[in-house]
């Protein structure tokens, strides 16, 4: 099956630092999406991005589909960002399949 | 975009129980699915929810420790039977609107 790698595993930023996080699947995909794993376990989505570019304030998001990734940008970073980012691809039957997540916390 | 609510949203149960998790999604949905988050792990899919039919497994989930009912475009309710430690989890409720994927709370479950 599809196999999903999330880069880097852990990261720790200084507030108002920037990050790039990286998402690499191992085959073609119909779907993509990014969420945010929030302390008390609740995702949040973040940006659906099959392919192209996409922003939303501080975050934005680009997917490269014909090369097998996606990276998600987090500009002027705060503690709130703190958390666990999955990206999930979606394949012809509609079922996602989650990375392996980068935990992030942001020092104040 | 979806509201999806799961209740419980946590629980503490005995080994050898089972508990029936609720989602109630706000719209109708084609899709429903059911996720399990063993702590400090991704997302794994246990199943999908099918309307009206037997629920479809991933490998390594079973009907008999994994109960699913879909009786319409808006519920859907996951069993987990006979537990024992190892299930304590996250479970997460999920529907599609279109192809984009929303999640409910979760249900944080602890099994002693």
């Known amino acids: 099956g599809i196999q999903v790698e999330q880069s880097p595993p852990d990261l720790i930023l200084q507030e108002g630092a920037n990050s790039t996080l990286r998402c690499n699947f191992s085959d073609s995909v119909n779907n993509l999406q990014w969420f945010h794993q929030n302390p008390w376990g609740q995702l949040i989505n973040l940006f659906y991005?099959?392919?192209g570019t996409k922003q939303n304030g501080r975050l934005s998001a680009t997917t490269v589909a014909t090369e097998r990734y996606s990276l998600l940008y987090i500009s002027s970073s705060q503690t709130t960002d703190s958390g666990v980012y999955f990206c999930a691809v979606g394949t012809g039957t509609y079922k996602y399949i989650f990375g392996t997540g980068t935990r992030l916390k942001v020092l104040a | 975009s979806a509201v999806i609510s799961q209740k419980p949203s946590r629980d503490i149960c005995q080994r050898g129980t089972s508990l029936t998790i609720q989602c109630q999604v706000d719209s109708q949905v084609t899709m429903m699915f059911w996720y399990r988050q063993q702590p400090g792990q991704s997302l794994t899919l246990i199943a999908t929810a099918n309307q009206g039919s037997e629920a479809t497994y991933e490998s390594g989930f079973v009907i008999d420790k994994f109960p699913i009912s879909r009786p319409n475009l808006t519920f859907s309710t996951l069993t987990v039977s006979n537990m024992s430690p190892e299930d304590s989890s996250i479970y997460l409720c999920s529907a599609h609107i279109y192809t984009e994927a929303f999640f409910g709370q979760g249900t944080r479950l602890t099994v002693v």
């Open positions: 991005i099959p392919s």
